[in-house]
T-cell receptor
Framework: EDQVTQSPEALRLQEGESSSLNCSYT??????LFWYRQDPGKGPEFLFT???AGEEKEKERLKATLTKKESFLHITAPKPEDSATYLC?????????????FGKGTMLLVSP | ETGVTQTPRHLVMGMTNKKSLKCEQH?????MYWYKQSAKKPLELMFV???????ENNSVPSRFSPECPNSSHLFLHLHTLQPEDSALYLC????????????????????FGEGSRLTVL
């Protein structure tokens, strides 16, 4: 059974204080690890897809990395508008459609 | 309209009511999904329709009944719900990959709507 564990559950940062969110996973044949951002009362917004260990992707202050067991979402010099819940998900190997297994998320709060 | 649109955004219903949630996607995708999001829990997959055929039903109680009349529309019919069914119901879509299975890189991103917040009294 696919499993995704995110840590910490909640993280409070000061503006400009860099940090990382962790996503540990077990999946039978990884066919993609996904990061989403979710604002309160809204649907998740797609950020990144990573496919293989060693891969990295960047978007503004966010950088996602992938190893064989976990992924990190690095936040460099965060701003208050980066406050949101960040969700990690993995894709099952044997399906053509995308039944993603999600973690519980990390709630990030960035204070000015 | 662009993306994935869900209506209504908020719904309050009694346990004996019958209501429906609607989802429409404008992305040209051919797979659609219903997820349930409850506090302190991961998103739970409820149903998957691929090429308008239901391909997954993850042990969802029969009081939830999905309908996919075409590749752009998805409904979730609700009847005799329980208070523990109160949650955010999210619709998503993606491009079904079977038709391109052997053709190269797989993407598989889900694109979500804003959700329908359901409260069962």
């Amino acid at each position: 059974e696919d499993q995704v564990t995110q840590s910490p559950e909640a993280l409070r940062l000061q503006e400009g204080e860099s940090s990382s969110l962790n996503c540990s996973y077990t999946v039978s044949g990884l066919r993609g690890l996904f990061w989403y951002r979710q604002d309160p009362g809204k649907g998740p917004e797609f950020l990144f897809t990573l496919y293989s260990a060693g891969e990295e992707k960047e978007k503004e202050r966010l950088k996602a990395t992938l190893t064989k067991k976990e992924s990190f979402l690095h936040i460099t010099a965060p701003k208050p508008e980066d406050s949101a819940t960040y969700l990690c998900a993995v894709r099952r190997q044997d399906s053509g459609y995308s039944t993603l297994t999600f973690g519980k998320g990390t709630m990030l709060l960035v204070s000015p | 309209e662009t993306g994935v649109t869900q209506t209504p955004r908020h719904l309050v219903m009694g346990m004996t009511n019958k209501k429906s949630l609607k989802c429409e996607q404008h992305l040209g995708h051919n797979a659609m999904y219903w997820y349930k999001q409850s506090a302190k829990k991961p998103l739970e997959l409820m149903f998957v329709y691929s090429l308008e055929e239901r391909v997954e039903n993850n042990s969802v109680p029969s009081r939830f009944s999905p309908e996919c009349p075409n590749s752009s529309h998805l409904f979730l019919h609700l009847h005799t719900l329980q208070p523990e069914d109160s949650a955010l119901y999210l619709c998503a879509s993606s491009q079904d990959l079977y038709s391109r299975w052997a053709s190269g890189k797989i993407t598989g991103e889900l694109f979500f709507g804003e959700g329908s917040r359901l409260t069962v009294l």
